[in-house]
């Protein structure tokens, strides 16, 4: 079973960056689009960015996130630019559509002044 380790969140202010990481065990980490999701309090997790031959990000984080991997490192990134308080939230990564693999713990994210 693959499993998936988040890191990279933190507290941040509002038009700050931060960079996650995701990094994923097995060497079939390359077969697999890989997404960023979120979660709120109180709300669904959402999928953020997805990566497979190319790239989809939701309509609120369009020119602010980029996703990208090395899978020579089995591991996938999401840099998050301009940060608002919106994006608050725990930060897991899967494969995308659909999601295959248990999920981690996630990593949080807090934008606050």
């Known amino acids: 079973q693959v499993q998936l380790v988040e890191s990279g969140g933190g507290l941040v202010q509002p038009g700050g960056s931060l960079t996650l990481s995701c990094a994923a065990s097995?060497?079939?980490?390359?077969?697999?689009?890989m997404g960023w999701y979120r979660q709120a309090p109180g709300k669904q997790r959402e999928l953020v960015a997805a990566?497979?031959?190319?790239?989809t990000y939701a309509d609120s984080v369009k020119g602010r996130f980029t996703i990208a991997r090395d899978n020579a490192k089995n591991t996938v990134y999401l840099q998050m630019l301009n940060l608002k308080p919106e994006d608050t939230a725990v930060y897991y990564c899967?494969?995308?559509?659909?999601?295959?693999?248990?999920w981690g713990q996630g990593t949080q994210v807090t934008v606050s002044s």
């Open positions: 899967n494969t995308y559509a659909p999601v295959s693999f248990t």
């Open positions: 990566i497979a031959s190319g790239t």
């Open positions: 097995g060497s079939i980490f390359s077969r697999y689009a």
